[in-house]
């Protein structure tokens, strides 16, 4: 079972997911309150999501404060997102901020499922262009090759099994950015390219798979606060 925090009593800081009475949603983290978060999305949530009469995602409330919300754009047919309880499950769609500046340093985390087993190429987030800030996920023969790029590319093949979440990292922030895939990190030059705003799919590369949060900061976070939201997100999703 994904959530670790399944067992909390009444009356505790833990409340419960409309989805299944069962997922617990988990408070917010302070840190991510410092005016310093461009944008916060928890697709767990469903006071989060508007939705259709079909039952699909139209709209994602951002939770930062910013009123930064995410629409959603069918990329054909009429496909949207579709909630489930770990998430947003996207194919065929992307989700799209209002442009706005976002500037280096930006740090972005994500927890997500690419679902897919057979070779493919997705797209999981791109700036307002796409290709600004964005994270490439290339799938062949067991292995990920995931990349980042800012105006440069950083990239590493890493092997994790499709089916289960993991956290991905990135800062973009020049010659001093990194790219970090569940723990693992590359470091390097990202470039200065600057985000314009936030797409979560992509354009010739649709994700495929469950998107469960995303959080944008446009800060390089201290070692410390990066642990601290790190923590948060993997005792929240059992990673």
Same mark, same amino acid.
């Given at each position: ?5 399944? @067992? ?10 409309? !989805? ?11 840190? &991510? ?41 069918? #990329?054909? /047919?009429?496909? #949207? ?6 998430? #947003? ?5 992307? &989700? ?15 927890? %997500?499922?690419?679902?897919?087993? %057979?070779?493919? @190429?997705? @797209?999981?987030?791109? *700036? ?22 800012? /105006?440069?590319?950083? @990239? ?14 990135? &800062? !973009?922030? /020049?010659?001093?950015? !990194? ?15 600057? *985000? /314009? ?7 010739? %590369?649709? !994700? ?18 990066? *642990? ?10 059992? &990673?």
């Amino acid at each position: 079972m994904r959530f670790s925090l399944l @067992q909390k009593e009444a009356g505790s800081m833990y409340r419960y997911n409309a !989805f299944n009475n069962a997922l617990p949603v988990a408070p917010r983290l302070p840190i &991510l309150d410092d005016g310093n978060t461009a944008c916060w999305y928890t697709f767990c949530d469903p006071s989060t999501l508007n939705l259709n009469g079909d039952g699909k995602v139209v709209s994602v409330n951002d939770i930062s404060g910013n009123n930064r919300g995410l629409t959603s754009i069918s #990329l054909y /047919g009429s496909h #949207l997102p579709v909630p489930t309880v770990n998430g #947003l499950s996207m194919t065929g769609t992307i &989700l799209k901020t209002a442009p706005f500046t976002l500037n280096q340093p930006e740090m972005v985390y994500v927890v %997500f499922k690419h679902g897919e087993t %057979f070779n493919s @190429q997705r @797209q999981l987030f791109g *700036g307002n262009n796409f290709d600004d800030m964005s994270l490439y996920i290339n799938y062949a023969n067991t292995l990920h090759n995931t990349l980042a790029y800012g /105006g440069n590319v950083l @990239q590493f093949v890493s092997s994790y099994d499709p089916q289960k979440f993991i956290l991905n990292k990135v &800062l !973009f922030n /020049g010659n001093g950015s !990194f790219l970090d895939v569940n723990g693992v990190r590359q470091s390097g030059n990202l470039g200065t390219a600057a *985000g /314009g705003g936030l797409t979560i799919g992509g354009l010739n %590369f649709d !994700f495929f798979g469950i998107v469960s949060e995303f959080i944008v900061r446009k800060i390089a976070d201290t070692t410390i606060n990066e *642990g601290i939201i790190t923590d948060y997100l993997k005792s929240k999703y059992s &990673l």
